[in-house]
């Protein structure tokens, strides 16, 4: 039976039955980090510590953040789509990949974060990339306006990542892993600063 217009859900109601799908992901991520961040915290020793998995770690939970506070623009969308729906769902899983990518179920095959990371950095830096270049695609999705709002640095910076993460992923160098986390964490949260205001 065709349903009249009358009793089609409203745009509210599309928006809210896809963002719980969207909050269960992102939920799934945020216990992830914040689980792995406590097990620290309980056992220091058990495995060796290391400042850049540390600081990919807070990138990443600055960018489930920033997801979630910008995917409320997704109400202004008058017309969802499957596609549309399975896209964003994929972006969100993203973050969860990297989140489990960071935090594994166990060390023991490795001697610290360190020697996991490093041995997983193609698959992390890979995850991140996508991420990235999906972040552009949702943004263009929320509108122009929303995109030409975010300054031509937004895209610059981007394409800079993607580019860095394609060399992260082929080198072990600690020293460029460490300014690359470090320049990725502070790029995040200067972008906060400049751009969590209210949401309208």
């Known amino acids: 039976m065709i349903q009249s217009a009358a009793a089609l859900p409203g745009n509210a109601d599309l928006y809210l039955h896809v963002r719980v799908l969207i909050a ?12 792995g961040i406590a097990g620290l915290v309980q056992h220091p020793g058990r495995y060796p510590i290391w400042p850049v998995h540390l600081a990919w770690v807070a990138w990443t939970l600055l960018n489930v953040v920033t997801f979630w506070w910008f995917e409320f623009r997704l109400s202004q969308i008058q017309h969802w789509t499957y596609g549309l729906y399975f896209f964003v769902c994929v972006y969100a899983s993203m973050y969860y990949f990297l989140s489990v990518l960071l935090f594994p179920q166990d060390l023991d095959e490795y001697q610290g974060y360190e020697d996991y990371f490093l041995s997983r950095r193609r698959w992390f830096f890979g995850f991140a990339a996508l991420t990235e270049a999906l972040d552009v695609v949702d943004t263009w999705i929320k509108g122009e306006a929303h995109l030409r709002s975010l300054g031509m640095d937004y895209l610059v910076a981007i394409s800079a990542f993607i580019l860095l993460s394609a060399i992260a992923a082929r080198t072990r160098n600690p020293k460029f892993h460490l300014l690359f986390a470090l320049a990725a964490v502070a790029y995040e949260i200067s972008f906060a600063v400049r751009h969590f205001g209210t949401l309208d």
């Open 24 to 35: 269960l992901i992102l939920g799934l991520s945020v216990t992830r980090l914040v689980s």
